[in-house]
């Protein structure tokens, strides 16, 4: 059984900064592209960044200069830098992953979230 656990979340002031890591654990063979998004208020779930096995990444046009992907492969893990936060950067932060666990097919495995609240 594989699980996908965020932790890091918290309250900040703007112009501050969080750190979220994400683990992957459980039976797993091996994995793809792993990813932030995030989730306002009254909004869509939306794309923060990407980083595949290779270490190529993407991020949204809203965190570019701001926010850095990164991830260990060792340790089934991606974490998320967040500098210079803004208000509009509330939201909850969800973690995906691409798993290939052991005897069971290919699936996208979301974390359970975690919020992030930037006020003064």
């Known amino acids: 059984q594989v699980q996908v656990v965020e932790s890091g979340g918290g309250l900040v002031q703007p112009g501050g900064s969080l750190r979220l890591s994400c683990v992957a654990s459980?039976?797993?063979?091996?994995?793809?592209?792993m990813g932030w998004y995030r989730q306002a208020p009254g909004k869509q779930r939306e794309l923060v960044a990407t980083i595949n096995s290779g270490g190529n990444t993407d991020y949204a046009d809203s965190v570019k200069g701001r926010f850095t992907i990164s991830r260990d492969n060792a340790k089934n893990s991606v974490y998320l830098q967040m500098n210079s936060l803004k208000p509009e950067d509330t939201a909850v932060y969800y973690c995906?992953?691409?798993?290939?666990?052991?005897?069971?097919?290919?699936?996208?495995?979301w974390g359970q979230g975690t919020q992030v609240t930037v006020s003064s």
């Open positions: 459980g039976s797993i063979f091996y994995i793809n592209a």
């Open positions: 995906n992953a691409d798993i290939k666990p052991n005897r069971v097919p290919r699936y996208v495995y």
